[in-house]
């Protein structure tokens, strides 16, 4: 009976102890997303009544496929162009070459800064008075380069923003694998090129892929990048507030509509990739 | 013979020069947005064709500290960084220690429910925190804009504070008992010392999220809370680029400052954990 009573009291410990990461979890994320789903459920402007008129108009609206397309677009070759950037970037600094420290906390400094800084500095950079285009215009001779607020140039700061998560994977798992696997694959006569292709890459799959799913969630929420670079490219996040900033009144209901839309795709797209992700690689 | 390795090493050079450009361009890719920021925030009468601005000055910075009120605005982003690195830490230490020592039955579900705010992506959510908030009346109080911080703050904390308890060496906590500690001994000489450094990691993360956010900001703050990247934000919009760079370098400051104090002390790849365990 006093054994029984003692779990019990442990069992009420262990809940109070969680209680406060549960309140926040449903204070601060559970019901203001129950909010804004409700809201997207009420006619504009209104308290009362349902409709599903919000998503329909979302929808139906000709722009829809575009910004949903241009989301997308903008979050999949980001996360492609990391994994390209990162595997040779990572495959250098495992040599521990001279400088490698300098360039590990390099690897760092995109998601330290704050993004709207990076963001600001990179327009800067490949503006029209840019490091870049003079080099293009005085050195090459060549006309000068539209960058900024196209969407080749959001994709370039999307890749510096968001690489780090696919890099910073790569590298720890390219650091946990056993370097006698490849001494004894080019004992056995590959070559470089074979050992990298046929040994090395398929065993750094896995971590190449996990970083690429963070790298993707990132782009594909990203906000302050796209509200500052994006000129007249807006991805979901930026036209989600859009409706709230420059419609008098806000259109929360339509805005609403949109965040759930958001989500949901999110949601799919990670379960999707997720499953890709645990199948074994051939 | 001598033919042979004079080849192969003109190869071996060939690769040591392609590293070497490779390790440069990506540098290059790195640090200049910022180094061209940097000189543009200091730089007079830069136009046209200039790889360097002609002349310096301090004025954007004057200009920044006095029109763009730097102080009053620095003080509130630190305000709201501070309530909500409290707030997040008070959440995650008892929600920690419960996920990392008491053996609670599915774990794993559980903990990716509570990072659930940082796969959903911030502004679905912001809509609804913005929403309530105004019904409560916390849009433009420091305390709002830093309860909406905590949102995305307490489930990384939570995460690495489980972590840390989780790898506290139990024999350790015995060998105390069996030597006489009384718990609260214990707690102060042996358990403390051995979290502190990852108590401490938690809140430098935590008050980085806090300092870089923006998303939840701007749908929460008010003339009275506005926060340095909500005035960075609102510079660029208004088109004055040196000023804007003047408040980026700011801003950018006390994040490089972190970066090299954790990069000492944490493994890099621990930095990615905010989204990690999804």
Redesign the interface.
Known sequence: MADFLRRQR?IV??L??????????LG??F??????VV?SLRPEGQELGWTLANYAEFLGKPGTRQVILLTFALAISSTLLSVV?SV??TL?LREK?W?HRF????????????????A???L??YGS???IN?FI??ILHLPKLDINYTVPGLILFYL?HYF??TA??T??TLEGLDRSIEEAASVAGANGWQVLRHIVLPLIAPGILA?S??TF??A??S??IP??TGGNYRPL?VA??TQ??SFTPAR?SM??AM??V??IL??TF?SIYMRVLRRPIA | MNLLRQYVQSILNARKLL?VT??LC??L??????T??LL?SVGKD????A?VPPTLTLDWYKWAWEIGRVPQITKNTLIVAVLAVVMST???I??????GR?G?PGKEV?LS??L??R??????????????FYRLHLIDTHIGVA??H??IC??YA?LVLSSTFEGLDERVLEAASVCGANAARTFFHVILPMVLPGILSSIIFTF?NS??E??LT??TYGVRTET??VR??LA?GEGY?EV??AM?VI??IP??F???MI?RQVA??K??GG??G?
Not at chain 1, 16 to 25: E, K, V
Not at chain 1, 31 to 36: A, K, Q
Not at chain 1, 103 to 118: Q, S
Not at chain 2, 94 to 99: D, K, L, Q, V
């Open positions: 442990q410990l262990t109070l102890l969680l209680s406060p990461g549960f309140a926040g979890f601060l994320f019901y203001p997303m129950m909010v804004t809201r950037l040779p970037l250098v070459l400088g360039f590990r906390l390099t690897i760092l400094i995109p998601i330290t800064v704050p993004g709207l800084v990076g600001l500095g990179l800067v950079f008075r840019g490091w003079l215009t005085q510096w780090p998560y910073l994977t590298l720890a970083g799913v963070l969630m990132a594909f929420g906000f302050s509200l500052v996040s989600i507030y709230i900033a929360w805005g609403s965040s759930v958001m989500a999110q949601v990670l | 590293i490779f390790l990506f540098g890719f790195i640090y200049a947005p910022f061209i920021m543009r830069w136009f046209g064709r790889w008070l959440i995650a008892p929600t920690g220690w419960a996920f008491r609670v559980l429910v509570i659930l705010p796969m959903i992506p911030p502004i679905a959510y912001a809509l609804g925190v913005a929403r309530i309860l909406a905590t949102a307490a489930p939570i980085t300092y870089n923006l998303t701007l749908l340095l990247p960075t934000f660029v680029l804007s760079s980026a801003l950018v994040s490089l972190v970066l090299f990069q890099p790849e930095l990615v989204f990690k999804v």
